[in-house]
């Protein structure tokens, strides 16, 4: 079964520095792996996947994810997190056989603190 | 909000009543798809069409029913058999295009609370 896990349910970080969200996932074969973010009562933007290719995939807003297939992982990253990054984020991953479904983490609450 | 259109954003009933969700899109994507929202659980599928006339059972699609009759619109009626149908309900479409690559484009959420 594909599923995608998410271990954190709030990561906190100052204005200026770093993020991590976290994504691992399990699926068989190669993965389609995809970020989304939610702002309060508002639906999912899409910010990048991972199909194949390079590693480091560079996405909307700043954002740029990792992909490490030893670790089966799928990190979401940035530099220099603003105030205006806070929201909830999702990992997905879209099943390659019936590739209609998709599988979402449980979220990752961001918080950016000035 | 990519040009999908969920109406209305809130909506409330009584227990015992069915209500229809509206979905509608302009991107001529095949593939629509209907989530519900719960706090600390992510999203969960409730149905899916990959197109006109066509559609098949997510992982809680009890309770549910859709229909597909156009291209554009996808509506969800939840129920007096739903449980415990208060959630945020979430629309998506996607490219069909006989493979795995594309991501979804959401609608902006139906809050549905019923008492």
Known sequence: AQSVAQPEDQVNVAEGNPLTVKCTYSVSGNPYLFWYVQYPNRGLQFLLKYITGDNLVKGSYGFEAEFNKSQTSFHLKKPSALVSDSALYFCAVRDRWNFNKFYFGSGTKLNVKP | ?115
């Open chain 2, 1 to 115: 909000d990519g040009g999908i259109t969920q109406s209305p954003k809130y909506l409330f009933r009584k227990e015992g009543q069915n209500v229809t969700l509206s979905c509608e899109q302009n991107l001529n994507h095949d593939a629509m798809y209907w989530y519900r929202q719960d706090p600390g659980q992510g999203l969960r599928l409730i149905y899916y069409s990959q197109i006109v006339n066509d559609f098949q059972k997510g992982d809680i699609a009890e309770g549910y029913s859709v229909s597909r009759e156009k291209k554009e619109s996808f509506p969800l009626t939840v129920t007096s058999a739903q449980k415990n149908p208060t959630a945020f309900y979430l629309c998506a479409s996607s490219i069909d295009g006989g493979g795995a690559t594309y991501e979804q484009y959401f609608g902006p959420g139906t809050r549905l609370t019923v008492t």
